[in-house]
């Protein structure tokens, strides 16, 4: 069984903090093994984003990189290491996206400015900031179910987080307080949560499209009154969108977007 490494454990090996969203990205100064690793989990994040989980061979991985074929266990002793480490990125990037979005909004955002913000900062990081996420997405129906079931371990705190924001929303009566929490996170987090097979190579579509989709036929049907004057405010969709653009800014040196190349002969 290969154990899912916790999201502080997988954020750890970075061996930096995120900078204040807005400030300039650190210059990130991999030692030699660390740039061989990450460029090997970006390969394995490509290949299996593309093929799945079974029709990859580690032998694939590694013709992505040139890297000597011995050489990579080292790193990923078997195919099942590299998914445990993708699935663990996966959740900590996509995690630090909303957290540090909703971190930076003013201090009086209500619950109802929380939500807008985490839809718009998950769809970022599901479809265009974080390669680790769509390959996690694309391949998590197909690994064995013990790593199933440990990436599920990793994403509860992401749930709770969640549990928490729409109890608090209900409390304040920016949403209906009628409705089961649990329930209604299913249904936020499965709308989110799918990879759109169509939303590759569709230059008319972006995250932020996808997103209003979701506000306006799920979150709006959720809002009272109250919720929704504050979601119609002129200026709410300016602050998320900054919010979320210096989360992603900050983590810039930790995301790996579809388009970065990986590169080959390494050691």
């Not at 994040?45 to 593309?50: D, G, N, Q, Y």
């Not at 011995?70 to 990923?76: C, D, K, L, W």
């Not at 119609?232 to 900050?250: C, H, S, W, Y």
Request: aromatic fraction near 6%; proline fraction near 6%.
């Amino acid at each position: 069984m290969i154990a899912l490494r916790t999201k502080r454990k997988a954020a750890a090996t970075d061996r930096r903090t995120a900078p204040t969203p807005g400030s300039p990205s650190p210059v990130v100064r991999y030692t030699k093994s660390e740039r061989t690793r990450r460029q090997l989990l970006i390969a394995a994040a490509k290949v299996f984003s593309e093929r799945g989980y079974s029709n990859t061979r580690v032998s694939d991985i590694v013709s992505v990189v040139g890297i000597h074929p011995a050489s990579i266990y080292y790193h990923f002793p078997s195919k099942d290491a590299f998914v445990a480490e993708l699935l663990a990125t996966a959740v900590s990037i996509g995690w630090r996206v909303v957290h540090l979005a909703v971190e930076n909004l003013p201090a009086d955002a209500s619950p109802i400015e929380h939500i807008a913000t985490s839809v718009y900062a998950h769809m970022s990081a599901v479809l265009e900031v974080n390669i680790f996420v769509a390959a996690a997405l694309r391949i998590i129906g197909e690994v064995p179910e013990d790593i199933r079931k440990d990436f599920r371990n990793l994403q509860k705190e992401y749930m709770d987080y969640w549990d928490d924001l729409l109890a608090k929303a209900a409390k304040s009566g920016e949403i209906d307080p009628d409705l089961d929490i649990r329930i209604l996170r299913v249904i936020i987090i499965n709308a989110m949560g799918g990879r759109p097979e169509w939303y590759t190579g569709r230059k008319s579509l972006n995250a932020n499209k996808i997103a209003d989709h979701i506000m306006a036929s799920l979150i709006n049907g959720i809002t009272t009154p109250k919720g929704k004057r504050k979601l119609d405010a002129p200026e709410l969709r300016d602050t998320v969108q900054r919010v979320v653009k210096g989360a992603i800014d900050a983590l810039g040196p930790d995301i790996a977007r579809a388009e970065e190349p990986v590169s080959a002969g390494l050691e």
